[in-house]
């Protein structure tokens, strides 16, 4: 797979991805976000539910209003719907308003085929066809493409000097494209929803494109899929207060139009499917149907801010694009696609129609393994040796027997040889602990401290494969801190929960894995994790894939290092903490799990500054995933390097002594990064600060 | 309410005049044409023909300009106006009052002052009744928020990219 960065776009992305997220929470303000995606997406559902009786309702309204309306199984029979329109109505041109489903069927190259032409008028998209490329955001289509190439596009299109002021290139399109949308005969929209009730379909636009062409032309074409039919007005309202703001960031487009009927001469409306139905009878993938495309997922997306949307897309893009992209163009056109998910979780908590698109994207991602093969490493890591804890446990053992070999001084591997050079050419890699966190607790760990050991009560510490074979020094110290604070300490099994398997859509290895793990686990006490990843897995997938009863009150015992320490004992903390500022400047960065899924991040924050009596400074995107992502960064080392950068470079601009933060995957990542940066910033787990006051 | 109206209608870059009456209003209009120049003017024939003013709009010349690829200026009567985002809202009732709110370089839209509600909520049933018309070929309901605008280019917002790049609200008794 190739993800060339390109440097310039990358900034332009993430700058836009900055400024939409300020605009985007300056419109909400006042607003009920949650309440009102829980509104849309139950409203959404219920539509889902009735798909078939809300189009038939449609189409009898649409009817009773003189539009024509017209089913098309798939992209091949709507092509030729339309082009039959053309041919019917005489139609050497035909002008487009933006609709992402026109480019799912290829429409354009395909009516250019049969001789009618079809000019796009969005200025976006007129770009972007004037320079032969292919939109790369779904809302601002020539996203990649900076005012100088645009004037030597509008240069070579019109044949005359063009300024490359951003004005003078609006003006100049508002001039061709007006021409061109008088000159044509039919004008073809999407639509952001059909009204059952009324049979009228909704239009949200700012340019104002989308209404000259659906009333200059004397044919209107409408392209609709099928899921976006709402049974009413005040559905469509309903999304019409959450679409814009969650879109760009403005309260409301500058044109919204209900339009019934046709204005001139005739209207057709036509009704795709292209495997839709197929995707709503799905228990399992249907809540992609809730898509609203307000392209929210893109502008928040780390990997989609790095690569842009000419990579990461076939034709719709970003998580929510491969998803449509396996059912719409296939699960093989969506393969590479699916390894690009960080599964950071980032989008979900921007998406106003609350699909689980990370979850999904895994659920892909085993599909995807089931129906067309896995890959060779993932079935020798996973398979082989993740899903047999026997032979994982064996490996690791090996590992440290060569750790001779491997391991420097300072805890870091030596550099990676040949072709592996890039795996840790941006962040130096750990070198495997001497001893295993397990066998150092059962040797060293000595309870003690203000408090009675074991006052009050009994914590199992969970710490996960990274802190049991690379970091114990952190499980150490999470293990003193709970035992100054009055906890018996004790270790729950030290063994893998499963979750690398499950990300990568292995779910035996993955169940496997968790089983073992789940039959050796004893103790009805708070199970204390030093690993959001592992929290997860343990509290949510978990039981949710074994499903058995003893899964379930495993989960509700889990409860992160941080969270378990501020809710109980911040008061002890405070007065252990003292009274003396600490020196040390310290960020926070949010690993992805911690955050997203956990939602501990405040507790963190909180636990840090009481203990180091000092304020956090934040860094730039804090919250952007560091790039680890676990497999993701042997799958796509580039853009993890490129991730890392942004973070080191976030991280130096605070000119902060520590990093702190609550993931050791995060850890060796930013840890690694700083090494081979020479940066002098320490990297500390949560627990380690909390250790040492 | 009126103030927020106001508020958001400027914030989504239109121009917001509160002239005393309509004879104001009418002549803040014709003040424009006449320092446009010879420009051609297209009036909502909705307008004229319903005339809620209750009055002649002498002076301005009304060409209806189906066919015409520039129009300098649009006069249009909104039936609503939305507090919440600052939206004029407008029954369509045929093809030219849906083309005098995109064809012009600036639109005139005058909007009464009681026709000013708190949100699309508020009129849900009259944008349901009005899409349900069958005595009318082609019932439309337009949302208006401030001039045409684009930020397709490096994410710069400019304006007027294929509707008008003025609007201007003339509130009125």
Same mark, same amino acid.
């Given at each position: 797979?190739?993800?060339?960065?390109?440097?310039?776009?990358?900034?332009?992305?993430?700058?836009?991805?900055?400024?939409?997220?300020?605009?985007?929470?300056?419109?909400?303000?006042?607003?009920?976000?949650?309440?009102?995606?829980?509104?849309?997406?139950?409203?959404?559902?219920?539509?889902?539910?009735?798909?078939?009786?809300?189009?038939?309702?449609?189409?009898?309204?649409?009817?009773?209003?003189?539009?024509?309306?017209?089913?098309?199984?798939?992209?091949?029979?709507?092509?030729?719907?339309?082009?039959?329109?053309?041919?019917?109505?005489?139609?050497?041109?035909?002008?487009?308003?933006?609709?992402?489903?026109?480019?799912? &069927?290829?429409?354009? %190259?395909?009516?250019?085929?049969?001789?009618?032409?079809?000019?796009?008028?969005?200025?976006?998209?007129?770009?972007?066809?004037?320079?032969?490329?292919?939109?790369?955001?779904?809302?601002?289509?020539?996203?990649?493409?900076?005012?100088?190439?645009?004037?030597?596009?509008?240069?070579?299109?019109?044949?005359?000097?063009?300024?490359?002021?951003?004005?003078?290139?609006?003006?100049?399109?508002?001039?061709? &494209?007006?021409?061109?949308?008088?000159?044509?005969?039919?004008?073809?929209?999407?639509?952001?929803?059909?009204?059952?009730?009324?049979?009228?379909?909704?239009?949200?636009?700012?340019?104002?494109?989308?209404?000259?062409?659906?009333?200059?032309?004397?044919?209107?074409?409408?392209?609709?899929?099928?899921?976006?039919?709402?049974?009413?007005?005040?559905?469509?309202?309903?999304?019409?207060?959450?679409?814009?703001?969650?879109?760009?960031?403005?309260?409301?487009?500058?044109?919204?139009?209900?339009?019934?009927?046709?204005?001139?001469? %005739?209207?057709?409306?036509?009704?795709?499917?292209?495997?839709?139905?197929?995707?709503?009878?799905?228990?399992?993938?249907?809540?992609?149907?809730?898509?609203?495309?307000?392209?929210?997922?893109?502008?928040?997306?780390?990997?989609?801010?790095?690569?842009?949307?000419?990579?990461?897309?076939?034709?719709?893009?970003?998580?929510?694009?491969?998803?449509?992209?396996?059912?719409?163009?296939?699960?093989?056109?969506?393969?590479?696609?699916?390894?690009?998910?960080?599964?950071?979780?980032?989008?979900?908590?921007?998406?106003?129609?609350?699909?689980?698109?990370?979850?999904?994207?895994?659920?892909?991602?085993?599909?995807?393994?089931?129906?067309?093969?896995?890959?060779?490493?993932?079935?020798?890591?996973?398979?082989?040796?993740?899903?047999?804890?026997?032979?994982?446990?064996?490996?690791?053992?090996?590992?440290?027997?060569?750790?001779?070999?491997?391991?420097?001084?300072?805890?870091?591997?030596?550099?990676?040889?040949?072709?592996?050079?890039?795996?840790?050419?941006?962040?130096?890699?750990?070198?495997?602990?001497?001893?295993?966190?397990?066998?150092?607790?059962?040797?060293?760990?000595?309870?003690?401290?203000?408090?009675?050991?074991?006052?009050?009560?009994?914590?199992?510490?969970?710490?996960?494969?990274?802190?049991?074979?690379?970091?114990?020094? &952190?499980?150490?110290?999470?293990?003193?801190?709970?035992?100054?604070?009055?906890?018996?300490?004790?270790?729950?099994?030290?063994?893998?929960?499963?979750?690398?398997?499950?990300?990568?859509?292995?779910?035996?290895?993955?169940?496997?894995?968790?089983?073992?793990?789940?039959?050796?686990?004893?103790?009805?006490?708070?199970?204390?994790?030093?690993?959001?990843?592992?929290?997860?897995?343990?509290?949510?997938?978990?039981?949710? &894939?074994?499903?058995?009863?003893?899964?379930?009150?495993?989960?509700?015992?889990?409860?992160?290092?941080?969270?378990?320490?501020?809710?109980?004992?911040?008061?002890?903390?405070?007065?252990?903490?003292?009274?003396?500022?600490?020196?040390?400047?310290?960020?926070?960065?949010?690993?992805?799990?911690?955050?997203?899924?956990?939602?501990?991040?405040?507790?963190?924050?909180?636990?840090?500054?009481? %203990?180091?009596?000092?304020?956090?400074?934040?860094?730039?995107?804090?919250?952007?995933?560091?790039?680890?992502?676990?497999?993701?960064?042997?799958?796509?080392?580039?853009?993890?390097?490129?991730?890392?950068?942004?973070?080191?470079?976030?991280?130096?601009?605070?000119?902060?002594?520590?990093?702190?933060?609550?993931?050791?995957?995060?850890?060796?990542?930013?840890?690694?990064?700083?090494?081979?940066?020479?940066?002098?910033?320490?990297?500390?787990?949560?627990?380690?600060?909390?250790?040492?006051? | 309410?009126?103030?927020?109206?106001?508020?958001?209608?400027?914030?989504?870059?239109?121009?917001?005049?509160?002239?005393?009456?309509?004879?104001?209003?009418?002549?803040?209009?014709?003040?424009?044409?006449?320092?446009?120049?010879?420009?051609?003017?297209?009036?909502?024939?909705?307008?004229?023909?319903?005339?809620?003013?209750?009055?002649?709009?002498?002076?301005?010349?009304?060409?209806?300009?189906?066919?015409?690829?520039?129009?300098?200026?649009?006069?249009?009567?909104?039936?609503?106006?939305?507090?919440?985002?600052?939206?004029?809202?407008?029954?369509?009732?045929?093809?030219?009052?849906?083309?005098?709110?995109?064809?012009?370089?600036?639109?005139?839209?005058?909007?009464?002052?009681?026709?000013?509600?708190?949100?699309?909520?508020?009129?849900?049933?009259?944008?349901?009744?009005?899409?349900?018309?069958?005595?009318?070929?082609?019932?439309?309901?337009?949302?208006?928020?401030?001039?045409?605008?684009?930020?397709?280019?490096?994410?710069?917002?400019?304006?007027?990219?294929?509707?008008?790049?003025?609007?201007?609200?003339?509130?009125?008794?």
């Amino acid at each position: 797979m190739k993800n060339k960065i390109d440097p310039v776009l990358k900034k332009v992305l993430q700058d836009f991805s900055k400024s939409y997220q300020g605009k985007r929470e300056d419109v909400l303000r006042g607003y009920d976000f949650e309440e009102l995606r829980t509104t849309l997406a139950g409203l959404k559902d219920r539509a889902l539910d009735r798909n078939e009786e809300f189009l038939a309702r449609f189409e009898g309204k649409a009817r009773a209003h003189g539009s024509r309306v017209l089913r098309a199984k798939d992209g091949s029979e709507a092509n030729d719907l339309i082009l039959k329109i053309c041919r019917d109505h005489g139609v050497a041109k035909i002008v487009k308003a933006k609709s992402m489903v026109s480019e799912e &069927i290829g429409l354009t %190259a395909f009516l250019e085929k049969n001789s009618v032409e079809a000019v796009e008028t969005d200025l976006g998209e007129w770009i972007v066809q004037s320079a032969a490329e292919h939109p790369t955001h779904m809302v601002l289509p020539a996203i990649h493409l900076t005012r100088g190439e645009i004037a030597a596009v509008f240069a070579a299109k019109t044949g005359k000097a063009v300024p490359d002021d951003i004005p003078s290139l609006v003006r100049i399109a508002r001039g061709e &494209i007006r021409r061109e949308i008088f000159a044509a005969r039919a004008g073809l929209t999407g639509a952001n929803a059909l009204i059952a009730d009324n049979g009228a379909i909704l239009l949200v636009t700012n340019e104002g494109n989308g209404r000259l062409v659906t009333t200059v032309p004397p044919v209107h074409i409408v392209l609709a899929s099928i899921e976006k039919v709402l049974p009413t007005v005040g559905d469509a309202l309903t999304l019409l207060r959450l679409l814009p703001r969650n879109a760009t960031g403005q309260s409301i487009t500058s044109y919204v139009s209900f339009i019934a009927g046709p204005h001139r001469d %005739a209207q057709y409306i036509i009704l795709l499917d292209n495997n839709r139905s197929k995707l709503l009878a799905d228990r399992e993938f249907r809540d992609v149907l809730r898509c609203v495309k307000c392209s929210a997922c893109l502008n928040v997306c780390p990997v989609y801010q790095v690569i842009g949307g000419e990579a990461y897309a076939h034709i719709y893009m970003g998580g929510i694009g491969t998803l449509f992209t396996a059912w719409i163009h296939g699960l093989r056109e969506s393969r590479d696609l699916a390894k690009l998910c960080l599964r950071c979780h980032r989008c979900e908590q921007y998406c106003p129609t609350k699909i689980p698109i990370a979850d999904l994207i895994t659920a892909l991602a085993e599909k995807i393994n089931r129906e067309t093969g896995k890959p060779l490493w993932k079935k020798l890591a996973f398979d082989g040796l993740m899903g047999r804890p026997a032979v994982l446990k064996t490996a690791f053992g090996a590992a440290r027997t060569g750790r001779r070999l491997l391991a420097r001084k300072d805890g870091f591997s030596r550099k990676l040889p040949l072709w592996l050079k890039k795996y840790d050419r941006f962040r130096a890699l750990p070198a495997p602990a001497a001893l295993p966190f397990s066998a150092v607790f059962e040797k060293k760990f000595v309870p003690g401290g203000a408090v009675q050991p074991g006052a009050k009560g009994r914590v199992q510490i969970y710490a996960g494969c990274l802190i049991e074979h690379f970091y114990p020094e &952190i499980g150490m110290a999470a293990a003193r801190v709970l035992s100054k604070l009055g906890y018996e300490v004790k270790l729950a099994p030290p063994a893998c929960c499963g979750f690398p398997p499950s990300n990568g859509g292995f779910r035996k290895a993955s169940l496997k894995a968790y089983a073992a793990l789940l039959k050796d686990f004893d103790g009805d006490g708070p199970v204390i994790t030093l690993c959001p990843t592992c929290a997860t897995m343990l509290a949510k997938r978990g039981p949710s &894939i074994e499903g058995s009863e003893k899964a379930g009150k495993l989960g509700l015992r889990v409860i992160p290092f941080s969270r378990f320490v501020l809710e109980r004992e911040v008061s002890a903390v405070w007065r252990m903490a003292g009274k003396a500022r600490k020196k040390a400047k310290v960020t926070y960065h949010d690993s992805c799990h911690h955050k997203n899924i956990l939602k501990t991040e405040k507790d963190s924050r909180r636990l840090v500054a009481t %203990a180091l009596r000092s304020e956090i400074v934040e860094m730039d995107g804090a919250d952007v995933c560091c790039g680890f992502a676990g497999s993701f960064s042997v799958d796509n080392p580039e853009i993890s390097a490129a991730l890392l950068a942004d973070k080191l470079a976030a991280i130096a601009k605070t000119e902060a002594d520590v990093v702190a933060l609550d993931c050791p995957g995060c850890l060796l990542q930013i840890r690694g990064g700083c090494r081979r940066q020479g940066m002098n910033v320490r990297v500390a787990h949560t627990a380690e600060l909390l250790d040492e006051i | 309410m009126i103030e927020k109206f106001a508020a958001m209608a400027k914030a989504a870059g239109a121009e917001v005049e509160t002239p005393g009456n309509l004879v104001e209003a009418i002549s803040f209009i014709k003040k424009y044409l006449e320092k446009a120049g010879p420009g051609e003017a297209l009036i909502s024939p909705d307008l004229k023909n319903r005339n809620p003013f209750g009055m002649e709009f002498f002076g301005l010349e009304t060409k209806l300009s189906g066919g015409k690829l520039w129009v300098e200026a649009g006069i249009v009567a909104a039936d609503y106006g939305l507090a919440e985002t600052g939206t004029l809202v407008h029954l369509d009732r045929g093809d030219v009052e849906k083309n005098v709110w995109t064809l012009p370089d600036v639109c005139f839209c005058f909007l009464e002052r009681q026709k000013i509600v708190p949100n699309a909520e508020a009129i849900e049933s009259v944008i349901s009744d009005h899409l349900s018309r069958t005595d009318i070929s082609s019932p439309q309901v337009s949302f208006i928020t401030g001039p045409s605008r684009t930020a397709d280019i490096e994410c710069r917002l400019t304006i007027g990219v294929h509707g008008p790049s003025r609007l201007v609200i003339l509130i009125v008794p």
